[in-house]
């Protein structure tokens, strides 16, 4: 089978390389991959940045957004040859600590969690992979052409999840929501905050084109001012801060309402300093009784949270977030970012184009 994999820790060039057929275990499925999400983590492990590869080797597949087809399940599991898949990407960390124990290794205290395609286990990016039954999640077969959207689904269903808990401290009624960042989890955040009921803006620097036209579908509204401008006038209860730009955060932090709560789900690059009042955002997020949160990856609960939110969303406007899906041998074009993609795919079967 073809295989799309990288070095990581250097920036040599990903490549296709043709490996063994994977065999499932006992416990497992195998999976005819079907598409693949393509995201920042996914360009900074190419650059180098970020990934570790397996033990003992150099190389890993890479792929975290996966979508696939079951090819073969254990008899007596949950699923069946056909089915519409996708595999979770992170495992509990061998000792395991108490939150790994608990399920919830999302939030993994001692970092020694595992993640497929990113963190020493081999990613989702082949024409065949198998997962664990236990770490695979059925999809409404609606959902065939975009469920490789399940993945960034499940970060921000976790990151609501999180929202709500943090409100629920005292009495909470938000109304308005301010997303930063009209990338793929943007606006998977505001389609989970429209489903809501809450008043949804978003706001990226682009002044038209296909994020534009996915807020208007959506019923949100699309800001392209600044974050103070905006955010000082709407005063949020909530922020969901997607671009990870230093500036954007902490003007974001710094215009929340009262109670309010900012999400931070963007993965910056370290190294890049700004000039911020330290004195006033600490006054205001006290006076205000303000949270600011992280939010990375998901557990099984919000698998089954996104799954929910897909299957309530408009399936033309989950379309419309995908702006180009390229076949796997022509890799090196979905690798390099566009100023108008929303959500890039690699498409591993015919099935999948
Ligand atoms: C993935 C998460 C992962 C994180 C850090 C993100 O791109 O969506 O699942 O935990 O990278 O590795």
């Not at 269903?157 to 909470?172: L, S, V």
């Amino acid at each position: 089978m073809r295989a799309l994999t990288v070095q990581p820790g250097t920036a040599g060039p990903a490549r296709i390389d043709d490996l063994p057929d994977p065999v499932a275990g006992d416990h497992e499925l195998l999976v005819e991959g079907l598409a693949l999400g393509v995201c920042g983590t996914d360009r900074e492990i190419v650059a180098g940045g970020y990934g570790w590869a397996p033990p003992g080797r150099d190389r890993l597949i890479l792929g975290h957004e996966s979508l696939g087809r079951v090819r073969q399940a254990p008899s007596g599991s949950a699923f069946t040859a056909g089915d519409l898949v996708v595999g979770v990407v992170r495992r509990p960390d061998p000792v395991p600590c108490g939150a790994c124990a608990h399920g919830e290794f999302d939030m993994c205290r001692n970092g020694r969690y595992t993640e497929r395609g990113i963190k020493q286990l081999d990613g989702y990016a082949a024409e065949l992979w198998t997962v664990e039954t236990d770490y695979a999640v059925s999809l409404d077969s609606r959902l065939a052409d975009v469920g490789m959207l399940m993945e960034p689904t499940t970060v921000v269903a976790k990151a609501w999840e999180q929202i709500d808990r943090i409100g629920a401290r005292a009495w909470n009624e938000p109304k308005t929501v301010l997303v930063t960042g009209a990338g793929p989890i943007g606006l998977l955040a505001a389609l989970l905050g429209v489903q809501r009921g809450l008043d949804v803006h978003l706001l990226d620097r682009v002044t038209d084109g296909p994020k534009v036209g996915a807020v208007a579908a959506l019923g949100a509204t699309y800001h392209h001012d600044p974050v103070t401008d905006v955010a000082g006038k709407l005063r949020p209860d909530i922020v969901i801060e997607a671009t990870g730009a230093g500036s954007v955060v902490f003007d974001a932090i710094a215009n929340t309402g009262t109670y309010g709560i900012t999400c931070l789900t963007g993965v910056s690059t370290a190294g890049r300093t700004i000039t911020i009042d330290a004195g006033a955002d600490n006054r205001q997020l006290v006076l205000e009784n303000d949270v600011v949160v992280g939010s990375v990856n998901a557990n099984l609960r919000h698998y089954q949270l996104a799954a929910q939110a897909l299957a309530q969303a408009d399936l033309g406007w989950l379309h419309q977030l995908i702006t180009r899906r390229i076949p796997l041998e022509r890799f090196a074009d979905a690798l390099t970012a566009r100023p108008d993609d929303i959500k890039v795919v690699l498409t591993l079967t015919d099935q999948g184009r």
